[in-house]
């Protein structure tokens, strides 16, 4: 079979321990690798406690600390010690503060062609640069990956692309994925592999790869591959790990679900608009918009190229005095070859301000605009208020883009720039040995050790809520109608307010739907069970279970809605809620906030997949359905894996 010959066939058949590779079907797959970051990694460990395990079981599992860094008060300080704590107990590796953001820091000292990785981060994905089946999942699918469970997952279609010809000057990698963007929107990727084949992979290094399949997330997919080619061999030489390459391709015969094309010799300058990565439009046609910040950096254009192309093009000029050049590091490795190669200076001496490395302003851990400033970043998301302030403008752009705009102080197409000012585009490219050292990492304490560890928990480390079986009826009220598209940072917000709590439910819970309605979590509290209406997409973005946990902590048992992100969903069901979707789309229109609704015989989930949703309200019926696997019903009848699990083993 033609699909069984694409990398992304191979990589599934390879560690496919349940189901068949049928698209659509539900289909278990053996995760060698587990990558946890601490905003999501608290739980994950909690999670672990909860199942009592004692030590991981995968090859290798590594916590990071990324996201949350700023130190206000002692509580994001007391998550770091809980990690670490967890890490020696469970024989995890541990990277501290500083080390950097996950996925390249992942790929830089850990990644393997051919390894499969479960993380909790949607940009997970972007391991998929090595020829790796990286996929970004909610904690608790992590903590039993950790504890040596499969990792259970829709089969995708396997969506090839074809890159043909080169990139013009002054177009990167970010281009690529934003012309992805462009043509597919949030939702094109959604349950599917994206294969990216062709001779234009010869112009994208390791790092250009990682940029591409990072932003698979933003695409919806569940995953993104690349051949591990020369290119990944030259990477993992630089890197000292040559010794882990293998070549993996597509086989001859290779034929895609879905197939689509891209010259690259065509790609322009593109950047998206607020607030949503999918609303992208030539740099051209926003060009003179003016420009208040611009930050370089994070996972989604963390190579040494994307800094030290942006200090070629600073370099002897002054950025504009209307501009908060931000530069954000995405690891210390790479932070020591800028510093080593002289583009660090550049790029301060040009006015720059320099962060350390980790994702910072790219979850809204400081870095908030100025109200009313448009924010031009290389980040990968621009969802609404994410950057911490709420009436936020971020633009999503490529690090010549926010170079060129950077110096002018205004969206300028870095062609424009160059034009006037006779720049050529730098041709920069790594050292050709890195700068990696090792012992920034902790590695696993021997067993015998880790047994004895003591888990170090301050008063923020709050435990996991217990959730009751689904009953056979629900009845309560709309409390929030929603249209399409709905983030997981709407649901619970991302941003230096909500971050510090990811590791205590009942407060973060206090942030749930706040950025839609203010009163939510007021409202949640004199209806205990309740229903939330949505549109298409509902929960895409951040894999952060949260978003799903501390809604049903506050009484959320059903969400109705047109579609589901891939990740959220799941995390519904592994917390108890039911996700629904309408027969007919249009009924959606029909509900109003507050109305009552009830659905019942849902002890019948395992027989049959449509129920009638009573409005009695407004004396209405509406059909809906569910498409849960028979081992998900299994989860949802016991109120979520974990009590599901509890009853498996009793
Ligand atoms: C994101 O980009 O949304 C994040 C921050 O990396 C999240 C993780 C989180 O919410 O902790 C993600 O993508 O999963």
Redesign the pocket.
């Known amino acids: 079979m033609g699909r069984e010959q694409t990398l992304a066939g191979r990589l599934l058949a390879e560690h496919l321990v349940a189901g068949r590779l049928e698209p659509g079907t539900e289909i278990g797959l053996r995760a060698d690798q587990t990558l946890t970051?601490d905003?999501?990694g608290t739980l994950v460990m909690q999670e672990l406690e909860a199942l009592g395990l004692d030590r991981a079981r995968t090859e290798l599992s590594v916590q990071y600390v990324d996201?949350n860094l700023l130190q206000a008060d002692e509580k994001n300080a007391e998550d770091h010690a809980y990690l670490r704590s967890a890490c020696r107990r469970f024989g995890l590796w541990f990277s501290k503060a500083g080390n950097g953001v996950s996925h390249p820091t992942h790929m830089e000292r850990f990644g393997a062609p051919g390894k499969s990785l479960a993380g909790?981060?949607?940009?997970t994905c972007a391991a998929g640069a090595l020829g790796m089946l990286a996929v970004?999942v909610g904690g608790l699918e992590v903590a039993l990956a950790i504890a040596g469970e499969p990792l259970y997952l829709r089969m995708p279609e396997i969506w090839g692309v074809r890159l043909s010809g080169e990139l013009p000057p002054w177009v990167s990698a970010k281009d690529v994925v934003l012309e992805m963007l462009r043509r597919h929107g949030v939702s094109g990727g959604r349950h599917r592999i994206i294969e990216y084949h062709g001779p234009g992979l010869a112009c994208l290094s390791a790092m250009d790869r990682h940029v591409i399949a990072n932003m698979g997330?933003e695409l919806g997919a569940t995953a993104t591959v690349f051949p591990a080619d020369e290119a990944i061999r030259a990477f993992l030489r630089a890197e000292g790990r040559e010794h882990d390459f293998r070549d993996l391709r597509a086989g001859r015969d290779a034929s895609y679900d879905i197939e689509d094309e891209i010259d690259l010799s065509t790609v322009e300058p593109l950047v998206a608009k607020p607030s949503s990565p999918g609303n992208v439009v030539p740099v051209r046609e926003v060009s003179g918009t003016p420009v208040g910040q611009v930050v370089i950096g994070s996972s989604a254009n963390p190579g040494f190229r994307d800094f030290a192309v942006a200090a070629a093009t600073v370099r002897g000029r002054q950025t504009a005095d209307s501009v908060s050049f931000d530069v954000n590091p995405t690891s210390r490795q790479i932070l020591v070859e800028l510093a080593r190669s002289g583009h660090l200076t550049d790029l301060v001496a040009a006015g720059a301000r320099v962060h350390q490395a980790g994702?910072l302003g790219?979850?809204g851990m400081g870095q908030a605009p100025a109200p009313g400033t448009n924010s031009l970043r290389t980040f990968?998301?621009n969802f609404p208020g994410r950057s911490g302030t709420s009436d936020d403008s971020v633009w999503l752009c490529s690090p010549e883009t926010a170079a060129v705009s950077a110096l002018t102080g205004v969206l300028t197409d870095p062609r424009d720039y160059a034009t006037v000012h006779h720049l050529a585009h730098p041709r920069v490219s790594g050292p050709a040995r890195s700068a990696a050292d090792p012992r920034v990492f902790t590695a696993p304490l021997p067993e015998d050790e880790a047994m004895r560890e003591e888990l170090v928990k301050g008063p923020n480390v709050a435990g996991l809520p217990d959730f009751e079986p689904l009953p056979d009826e629900i009845e309560g009220p709309v409390l929030l109608k929603a249209g399409d598209d709905v983030s997981?940072?709407e649901i619970s917000p991302?941003g230096a307010r909500a971050l510090p709590y990811?590791s205590n439910i009942p407060k973060l819970a206090e942030f749930t739907f706040t950025r839609l309605d203010e009163d939510y979590p007021k409202r949640a509290a004199d209806s205990p069970e309740h229903f939330v209406v949505a549109g298409e997409n509902y929960g895409q973005?951040?894999?952060?279970e949260h978003a799903a946990i501390t809604a049903r902590y506050l009484g959320l048992r059903v969400v109705l809605a047109r579609s589901f992100a891939r990740i959220h969903w799941q995390n519904l069901v592994n917390f108890g809620v039911l996700p629904l979707e309408f027969a007919d789309p249009e009924d959606g229109e029909k509900i109003r906030r507050d109305d009552v609704l009830c659905v019942s015989g849902l002890h019948r989930l395992a027989e049959t997949a449509e129920f009638v949703v009573r409005n009695q309200t407004r004396d209405e019926e509406y059909r809906a359905r569910h498409q849960l696997s028979p081992r998900q019903v299994d989860v949802l009848l016991a109120g979520g894996r974990i009590p599901q699990l509890a009853r498996a083993l009793r």
């Open positions: 970051q905003a999501t996201h909790s981060d949607s940009h970004g997330a994702c790219c979850i990968p998301r997981t940072d991302a990811r973005g951040s894999s952060r």
